[in-house]
Nanobody
Framework: QVQLVESGGGLVQPGGSLRLSCAAS????????MGWYRQAPGKQRELVAS???????YYADSVKGRFTISRDNAKNTVYLQMNSLNAEDTAVYYC????????WGQGTQVIVSS
C-alpha cells in the first residue's frame, strides 16, 4: 500500500494562498486518479479536486477558479495550489486515490483567519 504524507498547510489570512503537497511512498504513475479532500470541523469529508493520469481535472464548485490540482508522477507527488482563500476553506486537507480511497494520511491543517 502506498502511504501518503500531506504538507504545506498553515495559518493564512483571507485572500491569501497556500500550496499543499502530497508525497507518496511509492509510485503514483499507475494510479489513474488522485484527489484532494478536506474535512471541516463538524462536517463530512468532501472531495475538492481530482486529477487523472494525463491532465483532466475536476473541481468542486466551491473551489472552482481558485484551486489548481497538479501531479508530478516522476516525484510521486500531488499538489494543490489554493488562491483567494476564505474562512470556508478552513479544514484538514487530505490526498488519496479515487474512486476507492486507500488508507488516509494525517492530513495537513489549513486555517484561514485574520
Amino acid at each position: 500500500q502506498v502511504q501518503l504524507v500531506e504538507s504545506g498547510g498553515g495559518l493564512v489570512q483571507p485572500g491569501g494562498s497556500l500550496r499543499l503537497s502530497c508525497a507518496a511512498s511509492g509510485s503514483i504513475s499507475g494510479i489513474y486518479s488522485m484527489g484532494w479532500y478536506r474535512q471541516a470541523p463538524g462536517k463530512q469529508r468532501e472531495l475538492v479536486a481530482s486529477i487523472i493520469s494525463g491532465s483532466k481535472t475536476y473541481y468542486a464548485d466551491s473551489v472552482k477558479g481558485r484551486f489548481t490540482i497538479s501531479r508530478d508522477n516522476a516525484k510521486n507527488t500531488v499538489y494543490l495550489q489554493m488562491n483567494s482563500l476564505n474562512a470556508e476553506d478552513t479544514a484538514v486537507y487530505y490526498c488519496n486515490r479515487l474512486p476507492a480511497p486507500g488508507p488516509w494520511g494525517q492530513g495537513t491543517q489549513v486555517i484561514v483567519s485574520s
